[in-house]
Structures are given as structure tokens and as C-alpha cells.
């Protein structure tokens, strides 16, 4: 009976130690990785210059404003500096450097660090916002480059290791798994994200996500934080998209994509019923730019699009990034949906305006909207001017989103257009948060409200922080 016993205690112990030795050969070492391509990922450090001259808002001298804000507007310091942190990683031996568009936005100086200590003044050869993708520059040679892999083959559940500068301490190491494919995010419509859970902070932006292979796959460029610090959602540009943005900007320093002039929305499965649809796949068109390629070709408001180029829209998402990767002047056969049936229209893709026109607009308006949400608790867009003439009205900021206990004690709902403050018209996005930024913390203020086809006042009152 105890040799029985003993014979089991050993059989049993054997089976463990053999659980334990297998998990221990199936979880990855990362340290060959890190030693190959960890020299080729640099520390990247930004200092911009703010010329803080005391200005007012743009309101005429007549109004009873304008005197308040020339008395009362606190003064500010002349100039002042403010340095930032990110992440980089060297693409050829001569010196070219991936990043985050982000971290070298409006930077006067950016210093690139690399592994050895050596430090190089970088040069930005281009930028381009709509994927958040920069290309920089430093003078010198024979540097260590990372190799670059196809994101197309990651599998999710596969494990991906991230090197960059959290909170500015260099070369540091993270892992995780790839969580999803092809992710969309609010107002990146150019970008099929890598989502991952690898532990991403502030400073890691625009470091290189690595597979097993110690081939980059990705740039990571955002988290989603309650926090400010990561929490398990963090997502990567696909290095594909960001070779094909660095080749442009390399060359003409630019980059040139297609449009046809349309406004989307997501297809639901309710939508999808009402138009007669079996499943909620396409993108659904919402209105259509006069004049632009769409309106030329037939395409109208409520609109399906099924097939773009002979490939399926699955989702509204899928479109914008399928039209931009379109040469401009191309002819592209689209198949969609209307009234019950499918029809067949050919159309003429046109060049969307130059990032060095649309960015600078889109940084202000960026930079805007965080003042608003801020200050106001809404985040805000500014009208087209098809929305403005369909109106009637002349500037205008359409509430995208309620995001503050003030407003929301106020009434202002999403959906809303902001006319006025006080009897200030609101003309542009620029004109009003300027406006906003001298008023006193605390005090209320009175907006011209469209809502539908009514206007009303609201008051709100802005932060006293």
C-alpha cells in the first residue's frame, strides 16, 4: 500500500513538474529582440517657443465687450517654452526617423537621442496629420534600422513588444497580445489601428511596435485612458500606412489622396431594415458636396455604398480609406444600393486639399475644441458651408458632444448650433474660443442656441478651476 502511495506522490509530482516546464517554454523571451532592434528606437524631445503678446478678442471696438476685455484681460508673459517627450525609430542607416506627427507638432527645436547617447538636431521632411505619421532627418550615417514586417499576417491573440520613453525614461520595454484588427476610432478615418493591450504612457508615441519575427509592425500613437495612463487599450498605425505616408512626404513632401465629396454614416442593423437591407453592410451616405465627384456621378443622400473599385464596404469606416488610397483622376466603378435595388455609377476621384491647407486648420480647430471642452464641457465642429447655406446662417458651430455637468445643467444637447454669445455672432471656431479664453472663470455666459428650427438663449457658467 505505501509503495503504491509513493508510486503515486511521484507520478503525480512528475505531471507537475512537467505542467510547470511546458508553460515555462511557451511563454516568449523578448531579450533577442531587444538587443537587435532596440539601437534603431531613439528618444525624441521637442521645445516650442510661445510668443505670448497680449491680444484681444477679435471684437469690434464698438461693442461694450471689447472695452471689458481691454481692461480686465489678465496680462501675459512675453515668451515662454515648453518641452515635450516621444518616441521614435530609425528606417535607414542615413538618418531617416519615424514618429508620431503629434509629438513634433509646432516644435521649434526637436532633439533626437539615440542609444549610444549621442544626440542629433532633426529636420522634419514632412508631416501628416490625418494619420498622425512624420518623417524627420538627422545628419549621420551607418545607423542601426529596424526591420520592417507586414501587418497584414498579425493574428489576434499574438504576443507584440513596444520600446520607447514613457514619462521619458528611455528604451523602455512592454509586452502584450494584439486584442483586434482594423480598429476605427473617432476622427481617424485613414487608419485601420492595431489594437493591443501592451501597457502604452505618455512618451511612447510614435515608438515602433515589434511581432515575435523583431520586425516593426506598427507606430503607437493613442491609448484610451480614464486615467491619463494606460489601461489595457492601446492602439498602433499599421506600418504598412505609415511606409506608404513616409515614402510620400520623403518624396514631394506631401501626401496625395482621393475624394469624392461625400458625408457618411454608420449603416445600423434598424437603418439596414428600413432600406430594405439583409445585413447592415456599406457605408450610408448622408449628403452629398455639390458639385463634387459624387454629385457628378449620380450619388445621392440615403445612398448604400456596397462596392468601391470592385471591393465590398463593410462598414463606413472601410470607405474613406478605400477613396484616399485612390489615385486623383481615376475612374472608379461603385455599386450601391437605392430604393430597394442595386445600381452601378462610375465616379471621377478628385485630390482631397493638401495637408499643408487642411492641417494647419485641423490643429486649430483640435486645439479649440480641447479649450471648449475645457472651459464649456462641449466639444464642437465648425459648419460646412453647404450646412451653413442649407441654414441660412453665416458661421455657426455644430455641439458634436455634451461632455460637461455645466452644459448639461444648461440644456445644450448634441445637435445643437451655436449662433451667438451675448450679441457676438459666432463666425468660426478660432473667433469664439479666443473669445471664450478672456472671459472670467466663473462667470455666465449667454449663448444663441439653434435647435431644429427654433433659437433659444442658454446660460452657462465656465469652469472655476
Known amino acids: 500500500m505505501l ?49 505670448n503678446q497680449q491680444r484681444l478678442p477679435n471684437i469690434p471696438e464698438g461693442d461694450p465687450l471689447y472695452d471689458f476685455f481691454r481692461r480686465f484681460a489678465p496680462q501675459m508673459p512675453r515668451d515662454q517654452e515648453t518641452q515635450s517627450l516621444g518616441s521614435g525609430f530609425i528606417i535607414s542607416s542615413d538618418g531617416y526617423i519615424m514618429t508620431n506627427a503629434h509629438v513634433v507638432d509646432h516644435a521649434d ?13 532633426a529636420k522634419v521632411i514632412g508631416a501628416d496629420k490625418r494619420t498622425d505619421v512624420a518623417l524627420l532627418k538627422i545628419e549621420a550615417v551607418g545607423l542601426p534600422k529596424v526591420t520592417v514586417g507586414d501587418p497584414s499576417k498579425l493574428k489576434v491573440g499574438e504576443w507584440v513588444v513596444a520600446i520607447g520613453s514613457p514619462f521619458g525614461f528611455e528604451n523602455s520595454v ?47 500613437s493613442q491609448i484610451y485612458t480614464r486615467s491619463g495612463g494606460s489601461m489595457g487599450l492601446s492602439f498602433a498605425i499599421p506600418i504598412d500606412v505609415a511606409m506608404q505616408v513616409s515614402e ?7 501626401v496625395t489622396r482621393g475624394r469624392i465629396g461625400v458625408t457618411i454614416q454608420e ?38 455604398i456596397l462596392k468601391f473599385d470592385g471591393k465590398p464596404v463593410n462598414s463606413s469606416s472601410d470607405l474613406p480609406r478605400m477613396v484616399a488610397a485612390m489615385k486623383p483622376g481615376t475612374k472608379v466603378a461603385v455599386e450601391l444600393w437605392r430604393k430597394g435595388g442595386l445600381k452601378q455609377v462610375t465616379v471621377q476621384i478628385a485630390a482631397m486639399p ?56 444648461a440644456g445644450l444637447q448634441q445637435g445643437d448650433v451655436l449662433l ?23 462667470r455666465n455666459i449667454a449663448l444663441l442656441v439653434r435647435r431644429e428650427d427654433a433659437a433659444l438663449y442658454v446660460a452657462i457658467k465656465l469652469d472655476e478651476k
Open 354 to 409: 493638401e495637408d499643408s491647407e487642411t492641417d494647419h486648420a485641423a490643429k486649430n480647430q483640435d486645439d479649440s475644441t480641447g479649450e471648449l471642452v475645457s472651459r464649456l464641457g462641449i466639444s464642437v465642429s465648425e459648419l460646412s458651408k453647404q450646412q451653413q447655406q442649407e441654414l441660412q446662417i453665416n458661421g455657426g458651430l455644430l455641439v458634436q458632444a455634451v461632455k460637461g455637468s455645466a452644459a448639461r445643467a
Open 267 to 304: 449603416l445600423t442593423k434598424g437603418l439596414a431594415d428600413s432600406f430594405g437591407l439583409s445585413k447592415p453592410n456599406g457605408a450610408l451616405i448622408s449628403s452629398v458636396e455639390k458639385d463634387a465627384p459624387a454629385d457628378k456621378a449620380g450619388i445621392e443622400a440615403s445612398d448604400v
Open 174 to 220: 512592454t509586452q502584450g497580445i494584439v486584442s483586434a484588427m482594423g480598429r476605427s476610432l473617432p476622427q481617424d478615418y485613414f487608419v485601420p489601428f492595431i489594437q493591443t493591450d501592451v501597457p502604452i504612457n505618455p512618451g511612447n508615441s510614435g515608438g515602433p511596435l515589434f511581432n515575435m519575427n523583431e520586425e516593426v509592425v506598427g507606430i503607437n
Open 420 to 442: 451667438a454669445m451675448g450679441n457676438v455672432g459666432i463666425r468660426s471656431l478660432a473667433q469664439f474660443t479666443e473669445i471664450i479664453k478672456h472671459v472670467p472663470r466663473g
Open 3 to 51: 509503495k503504491k502511495f509513493t508510486n503515486l506522490l511521484i507520478l503525480a509530482f512528475w505531471i507537475s513538474c512537467s505542467a510547470s516546464a511546458a508553460q515555462t517554454t511557451e511563454l516568449p523571451d523578448f531579450t533577442d529582440l531587444v538587443a537587435k532592434q532596440g539601437a534603431a528606437v531613439v528618444n525624441i524631445s521637442t521645445t516650442q517657443v510661445l510668443h
Open 109 to 121: 527645436k526637436i532633439t533626437v537621442r539615440l542609444t549610444d547617447k549621442r544626440e542629433f538636431s
Open 248 to 254: 510620400q512626404l520623403r518624396t514631394t513632401g506631401k
